[in-house]
């Protein structure tokens, strides 16, 4: 095999030990956020005794590529969401012994913002407005080309936290999850069908942009004049 995974070693830290460990990792930090939202810490620092960090300096990216890909999978499995990109470094620390390993993990600068996104024929479209309209008229937000559509079919609401669907008097109606529908509240990963074509709703994590750093105070500093000792300003 040329995985990674497959490298053995006399002694000293496996690879397949750190991926148990990035996984143990992710299940203690989750946390749960509300009801449908589960967010898992994205950046990962795996430290290593300096001769198994010499040993797995030596696989080189192959070892953290699939750590990467095993770190995505086992959170899709446990429907753990990111709030940023996923990085894993591996660390020498001189204090460590061989055989033992360390992982440290924090969430994106620590702030989550969730985003509404529709999955429509192929294409991802952030909701960016309270009130999404979908149709084939070249006046709706998002336009389709499914002939038994509409031109105004539906729109979805999303307040940033919650979304709705509605149907906007169409003539063959609206389905969410088969089922026919003229209002109805929209939960994450539902699917929309109008005409042929689903709409498929989903929330995702983002990191959120850290605060704006408060602006300086003026400057109290007084120019004194060197003649007479006396304030210019």
Not at 77 to 98: C, H, K, M, N
């Amino acid at each position: 095999m040329n995985s990674a995974f497959a490298k053995t070693f006399r002694s000293g830290i496996q690879p397949v030990e750190i991926a148990s460990a990035l996984r143990s990792e992710l299940d203690k930090k989750a946390a749960v956020v509300s009801r449908d939202r589960i967010l898992a810490p994205n950046t990962f620092t795996v430290r290593l005794s300096p001769a198994d960090d010499e040993k797995m300096t030596a696989l080189g990216g192959a070892l953290t590529q699939e750590l990467d890909t095993l770190v995505h999978k086992h959170a899709k499995a446990q429907g753990y969401s990111f709030a940023g990109p996923v990085t894993i470094a591996l660390q020498r620390d001189e204090q460590l012994s061989t055989g033992t390993l360390r992982v440290d993990s924090t969430t994106a600068q620590g702030r989550v913002a969730w985003r509404g996104v529709i999955d429509v024929e192929g294409r991802r479209h952030p909701l960016v407005k309270s009130r999404t309209v979908i149709g084939r008229g070249s006046d709706a937000d998002v336009t389709i080309s499914d002939p038994g559509t509409s031109r105004r079919h539906v729109e979805i609401l999303w307040d940033g936290e919650r979304a709705m669907v509605r149907d906007m008097n169409s003539t063959n109606g609206t389905l969410l999850d088969g089922r026919k529908v003229v209002e109805a509240a929209l939960a994450p990963d539902s699917t929309v069908t109008i005409g042929r074509t689903d709409i498929v709703f989903h929330v995702v994590a983002q990191a959120a942009a850290p605060p704006k750093p408060p602006m300086p105070a003026a400057d109290a500093t007084r120019v004194y004049d060197i003649r007479d000792g006396g304030p210019l300003t």
